[in-house]
């Protein structure tokens, strides 16, 4: 009897783990068997980080003329928008607007694509050439 609790415990303890790791339907916010409540949670998450964005753009924008320029950004300690300043500022005023930030932020979720692969690749499971 008592190999029968051992077996049987080991078992469960190496089960553990995959068990920890499923999850119900519906239990995925936005996904499409996403239970009504999940989804309003994934879309109230959604809306308070736009809403962050919105208030940490706004501060920093210290001249109030809807944009940042690199002296803003790096006052305000906005560092990743600092560090590619030039990539994001797609009109090369010198000035970053919502509209640019949104594009490069679109932009960069399609690099990720699939598995963290870039570019051209990404989603086809080809391995890129650098």
Known sequence: MHALKSTLLVGLIALAPSLAMAQAPGSVPGSATASPQNR??????RQARKAERQARFKAADTNGDGALSRAEADAAGLKGIAKRFDVIDSNKDGRVTR?????????HKGQRGKRGQRGADAGTGTPSIR
């Open 99 to 107: 509209e640019e930030m949104r594009t490069a932020r679109q932009a």
């Open 40 to 45: 309003d949670a994934g879309r109230a998450d």
